[in-house]
Nanobody, 124 residues
Framework: QVQLEESGGGLVQAGDSLRLSCAAS????????MGWFRQAPGKEREFVAA????????YYSASVEGRFTISRHNAKNTVYLQMNSLRPDDTAVYYC?????????????????WGQGTQVTVSS
């Protein structure tokens, strides 16, 4: 059974940093593309960042590029999202996901497994 468990969310002030982690189990981690998505209240889930199997290919949404960094540690079956210079509009539930299709890495449909999410709240 595949499980993805996010952690590291919380309440911070604008300008602060947070690092999210997602621990994966039940899958061969280094054969999956890992992505982060987020969903704010009343909005659709949107792509944030993705990383290919060895970390050689990275994707970011325009809204987070330059502030967020995705990374992975294959020996620990974990993917991270370092979030710097947080803004109130980054407030959302953040989800990690695992998929196999690099060409779909920036889309919801490109992922087979999802975590339960972790709340990030940024106050102004």
């Amino acid at each position: 059974q595949v499980q993805l468990e996010e952690s590291g969310g919380g309440l911070v002030q604008a300008g602060d940093s947070l690092r999210l982690s997602c621990a994966a189990s039940g899958l061969t981690f280094n054969t999956y593309i890992m992505g982060w998505f987020r969903q704010a209240p009343g909005k659709e889930r949107e792509f944030v960042a993705a990383i290919a199997w060895t970390g050689s290919t990275l994707y970011y949404s325009a809204s987070v590029e330059g502030r967020f960094t995705i990374s992975r540690h294959n020996a620990k079956n974990t993917v991270y999202l370092q979030m710097n210079s947080l803004r109130p509009d980054d407030t959302a539930v953040y989800y990690c996901a695992a998929g196999r299709k690099l060409r779909l890495a920036q889309t919801l449909g490109g992922y087979d497994f999802w975590g339960q999410g972790t709340q990030v709240t940024v106050s102004s």
